[in-house]
Nanobody, 116 residues
Framework: QVQLVESGGGLVQAGGSLRLTCAAS????????MNWYRQAPGKQRELVAS???????NYADFVKGRFTISRDTAKNTVSLQMNSLKVEDTAVYSC??????????WGQGTQVTVSS
């Protein structure tokens, strides 16, 4: 009932920036939480940042001060501004949405590669 599509990934040098966007469609009115995740090869998927329908945000310790999650309700998008990127940030980044009925939806992900 909710479809998510990520965009904005790419190759960037360490210290650079990227802005990821997650576009939601379908029953967007039911979404109460949006998350950004990442998964590097051979590693577990981890939560990067979250934002609630009320605008509250949370960040993983490893991105605090560098990444910012935001929303644009008019465009039904959630973005992740990533600054001061590190090689360790290299991963597939995906967005996930939780609805008020506690259903979860995920996008396909977008690759972020940070080179040294």
């Amino acid at each position: 009932q909710v479809q998510l599509v990520e965009s904005g990934g790419g190759l960037v040098q360490a210290g650079g920036s990227l802005r990821l966007t997650c576009a939601a469609s379908g029953s967007v009115f039911s979404i109460d939480l949006m998350n950004w995740y990442r998964q590097a090869p051979g590693k577990q998927r981890e939560l990067v940042a979250s934002i609630t329908s009320g605008g509250n945000t949370n960040y993983a310790d490893f991105v605090k001060g560098r990444f910012t999650i935001s929303r644009d309700t008019a465009k039904n998008t959630v973005s992740l501004q990533m600054n001061s990127l590190k090689v360790e940030d290299t991963a597939v980044y995906s967005c996930g949405a939780r609805t008020r009925t506690v259903r979860w939806y995920w996008g396909q992900g977008t690759q972020v590669t940070v080179s040294s």
